[in-house]
Nanobody, 123 residues
Framework: QVHLAESGGGLVQAGGSLRLSCAAS????????MGWFRQAPGKEREFVAT????????TYTDSVKGRFTISRDNAKKTVTLQMNSLKPEDTAVYYC????????????????WGQGTQVTVSS
């Protein structure tokens, strides 16, 4: 079992940047596919980005392509989400999640979740 803890959220103006981190403990981090998801008030949790266990393959939802970058450091057991050119519509609670077997954009496919970190982008 792996435990996840996000950090790095906050309030930023539109056009600004934030870097989210997710620290893992327990389990074999390098064997997990990792994902970032977000949930805005009144909306369902949605896929943002995923990364394979080796970090070679990444996927992004269309709305963040070219602005967000997901990466991981298996030695440090961390996965990060660099968010640039932030927009008010990026405002949400951001969660990291882990699963084995394959990568997925479906949040229900993930087994482990962090507690989330709030990102608020002001216009």
């Amino acid at each position: 079992q792996v435990h996840l803890a996000e950090s790095g959220g906050g309030l930023v103006q539109a056009g600004g940047s934030l870097r989210l981190s997710c620290a893992a403990s327990g389990g074999t981090f390098s064997s997990y596919y990792m994902g970032w998801f977000r949930q805005a008030p009144g909306k369902e949790r949605e896929f943002v980005a995923t990364i394979t266990w080796g970090g070679l393959i990444t996927t992004y939802t269309d709305s963040v392509k070219g602005r967000f970058t997901i990466s991981r450091d298996n030695a440090k057991k961390t996965v990060t989400l660099q968010m640039n050119s932030l927009k008010p519509e990026d405002t949400a609670v951001y969660y990291c999640a882990a699963r084995k077997v394959t990568s997925s954009t479906d949040p229900t496919a993930y087994d482990y979740w962090g507690q989330g970190t709030q990102v608020t982008v002001s216009s």
